[in-house]
């Protein structure tokens, strides 16, 4: 019932904020449009498309069969789930979390290792930790190797842990040969317009949160900051740019952000994960303790390496 109470404030201030800031919230939502369509839709479609034709064929078995000796020894999960694995570090946030849910859907992973795998290899992408967050806004390519020990060691451990407590289950292939069909291949490019379309909404919403916080409190420009990066990640990392902290706690801080993804990345995922019934209390306590311990490691390393 308080939760019902809660969703009905913020629609309230939602469109009391639209109705009497329409400049600045055409600007949020510009601005989170602007992002999809420059940034995330070009860069996440074709793989969440890539994705989708794997997990629906049998082409799968035929990565997972020379990738599972290889990750085993390390991270125990099971053949399918290695795909799971390797997905979500190659892809990155939210495509980790969609592949995981998609092979619980086929049945190829238990429900269990699953959702390990879709809280612990949601990452953003290393492509975005180096070229966005360390060399774009930041400016510290030299701390790239660090940056990628802070934010994916957490989970990695994490994983481990749990998966070493699960028991062997057995589990189906997604296809019996590794011939293309064109419905998987019509489906899986709209799956991935849904999936994508679905991002860029609750991105745009997000902008206009950030802009209410930044609209209402101008008295504190540091918690402005730190809720922006709580919010929506990608913003918030781009106001640390132009913030005047020092840069010794600019770069934790970012990495926290990174790590952390924002309740925008929290509502993304459980959209990519709603029809697995993930839990999401679990998701959202591990992701802040990742967050936090990430932070922990990058202000370490940056008083290591800092130049």
Same mark, same amino acid.
């Given at each position: 019932?308080?939760?019902k109470?809660?969703?009905? &404030?913020l629609?309230i201030?939602?469109?009391?904020? &639209?109705?009497? #800031?329409p =400049?600045?919230?055409m600007?949020a ?12 839709l070009?860069?996440l479609?074709?793989?969440a &498309?890539?994705? %989708? ?13 020379y ?5 085993k ?6 053949? %399918?789930?290695? *795909? =799971?694995?390797?997905?979500g570090?190659?892809?990155g *946030? ?5 592949i ?6 086929q049945?190829?992973?238990g ?12 990452q953003?992408?290393?492509?975005? $930790? ?5 060399? @774009?806004?930041?400016?510290?390519? #030299?701390l ?6 802070a ?18 289950? %057995?589990?189906?292939?997604s ?11 019509d !489906?899986?490019?709209?799956n ?13 919403? /997000?902008s206009i949160f950030? !802009?209410?916080? #930044?609209t209402? @409190? ?7 900051f730190i809720?922006?990066g709580?919010?929506e ?8 740019k ?9 770069y934790?801080?970012? $990495?926290?952000?990174?790590? /952390?993804?924002?309740?925008?990345? /929290?509502a ?13 209390m679990?998701?959202?306590?591990c992701?802040?303790? /990742?967050?936090a ?15």
């Open positions: 019932m308080k939760e109470y809660l969703i009905l &404030i629609l201030l939602f469109i009391f904020f &639209i109705l009497t #800031h =400049a600045a919230s600007a939502a510009g601005s989170g449009l602007l992002l999809w369509y420059e940034q995330i070009p860069a479609l074709p793989l &498309i890539l994705s %989708n034709l794997m997990v629906y064929s049998n082409y799968m078995q035929i990565v997972t069969k990738l599972y000796p290889l990750t020894r390390i991270i125990p999960t099971s053949q %399918n789930g290695s *795909f =799971a694995l390797f997905g570090m190659l892809f *946030f939210p495509l980790g979390s969609k995981s849910a998609d092979l619980v859907s049945e190829s992973i429900k269990e290792e699953g959702e390990i795998l879709a809280v612990s290899f949601n953003l992408s290393p492509v975005f $930790v180096s070229g966005y967050l360390l060399t @774009n806004i930041l400016e510290l390519p #030299h790239t190797l660090p940056s990628y020990v934010l994916y060691l957490p989970p990695v451990c994490y994983s481990i842990w749990k998966l070493k407590k699960l028991k062997p289950q %057995n589990a189906k292939n296809a019996s040969d590794s011939a293309f069909d064109f419905r998987i291949i !489906a899986g490019i709209m991935g317009f849904e999936s994508l379309t679905k991002l860029g909404g609750y991105i745009i919403l /997000f950030a !802009a209410i916080l #930044h209402y @409190n101008t008295s504190y420009p540091l918690i402005n809720c922006t709580l919010v990640v990608t913003t918030g990392i781009s106001c640390l132009d913030s005047a902290l020092p840069r010794e706690y600019v934790p801080l970012a $990495v926290f952000f990174a790590s /952390f993804g924002g309740l925008c990345g /929290f993304q995922t459980c959209s990519m994960t709603r029809e697995c019934s993930f839990s999401k679990r998701y959202l306590i992701r802040m303790c /990742f967050a311990v990430s932070c922990l490691l990058a202000w370490l390393f940056y008083r290591i390496w800092k130049l």
